[in-house]
């Protein structure tokens, strides 16, 4: 879909530096995604060559090579960063001088980032375990076990931390599991996909956190919301469109469709905030989002700047990228993207407005690129669907039966399964 012009162009961009590593394409390369800390950009290529750069400058302050391939990562947190190679190593590496600090093997591949919390490392593995580690010396606390089918796409869906006390994971089997991070114990688990086809059982996505409950993306059921419990509390599916990646966006969801429409739910209600269509196939990455802007890269390297409170485009420039599979980072006014080519970027964001945008003092004219539905009054009972969808009604009937043994984890709390019933609206 070719662009149109821009009523208002009130975010810019100007270019800090553009660099590209060597020999990245590869099965493995669309999953590896960078990662910045203080003044430093961190990336990963399939070829073995961590790299850790100047934000500003993009000269190499530290590299580190293995010889096998990269296939996960990177993973952070404050003194470490984590990938997993094709010899299914999981290294860690000192954040500031890229020194090996552990290194274990793993029992098989991995190709889903490992996630710190500073207390325990976690790691999703193709063959359906989860595995906690202590980030400080690479020890293995805990393991659970998770069944999968055979036709799926392994171990996509990386791990979420709720309050440093639990890890969420979405499985390939269509469950949504949760476990106590310290110890591995298994709080519930909800069986979100139920279908009897395999390629759409997965949860390919990651599942948010919210203080409502967990946002969860699937093939079969769409956008849903889980309560803390595990009951469904809103849902619904985008009409002949499927949902190719989630985001949080302070109290909204960010979501970017295989058609490449970008929508803006509430998270707590599910209600449609906006929808930009102006950019429909036009291989958009997943979505990222500040208090004001939300950008996305389309598959010619040109970066987008929407209005978070309408969607509306207000600024994009040409980085100069190929398609990219991961999120753009956002480090102050820095903007940081790689491609699926291992391309990578940094522009800085200026223009004219962008102080006043980002303390909410001005409005800028809505275009016609993005539409918003109306606010409406909050209310204290959560829909049962998206509005904006006009999905049916979903009645969520929670599944009474007594806990086996093999029900209750080691903190004597049952496992929780939900049963979804979709009723026909009424005319």
Do not use: C
């Amino acid at each position: 879909m070719p662009l149109s012009a821009l009523n208002s162009e009130d975010v810019t961009f100007t270019k800090e530096w553009r660099d590209t590593q060597s020999d990245l394409t590869g099965t493995y390369a669309v999953l590896l995604s960078p990662t910045v800390s203080d003044d430093a950009v961190i990336s990963a290529s399939e070829n073995g060559l961590v790299e850790a750069r100047s934000l500003t400058k993009g000269h190499s302050i530290w590299r580190y090579k293995v010889k096998s391939k990269i296939t996960a990562g990177l993973g952070s947190d404050v003194n470490h960063v984590y990938f997993v190679t094709s010899d299914f190593e999981l290294i860690a590496l000192n954040k500031k001088n890229g020194e090996k600090v552990w290194q274990v093997t793993l029992q098989s591949g991995v190709v889903a980032t490992p996630v710190s919390n500073n207390l325990v490392l976690v790691v999703h593995g193709i063959d359906g375990k989860i595995s906690g580690f202590d980030p400080h010396s690479g020890k293995n606390f805990w393991i659970h076990q998770q069944t999968i089918p055979e036709l799926t796409q392994r171990g996509n869906s990386r791990p979420t931390f709720v309050a440093n006390q639990w890890v969420v994971q979405g499985v390939d089997n269509g469950k949504v599991v949760v476990l106590r991070s310290q110890q591995g114990g298994l709080a519930f688990e909800v069986k979100v996909n139920t279908t009897a086809n395999a390629a759409f059982s997965d949860l390919d996505l990651p599942v948010l956190a919210t203080e409502d409950g967990l946002i969860v993306a699937s093939k079969q059921k769409g956008l849903m919301m889980l309560s803390p419990s595990g009951e469904v509390l809103w849902q619904g599916r985008y009409k002949n469109d499927d949902i190719k990646s989630i985001a949080l966006q302070g109290s909204n969801v960010l979501v970017v469709t295989e058609s490449d429409k970008v929508y803006s739910h509430v998270t707590r209600t599910g209600r449609l905030n906006w929808i930009n269509d102006a950019l429909r196939h036009r291989g958009l990455s997943p979505a990222s989002g500040t208090r004001s802007l939300v950008y996305v890269l389309d598959k010619e390297g040109v970066l987008h700047a929407l209005k978070a409170s309408s969607g509306t485009i207000v600024g994009r420039s040409s980085m100069k990228l190929g398609q990219s599979s991961n999120p753009v980072l956002i480090q102050g006014t820095h903007i940081v993207a790689m491609d699926d080519n291992g391309k990578l970027a940094v522009y800085m964001q200026t223009g004219r407005t962008l102080s006043k945008m980002m303390s909410k003092k001005v409005k800028i004219k809505a275009s016609n690129e993005a539409t918003k539905s109306t606010p409406k009054p909050e209310v204290k009972s959560a829909p049962k669907s998206l509005p904006s969808d006009k999905a049916p009604a979903v009645k969520v009937e929670p599944v009474k039966r007594e806990a086996s043994k093999q029900d209750v984890p080691s903190g004597k709390v049952p496992i929780r399964r939900v049963k979804v019933k979709v009723n026909k609206p009424s005319k």
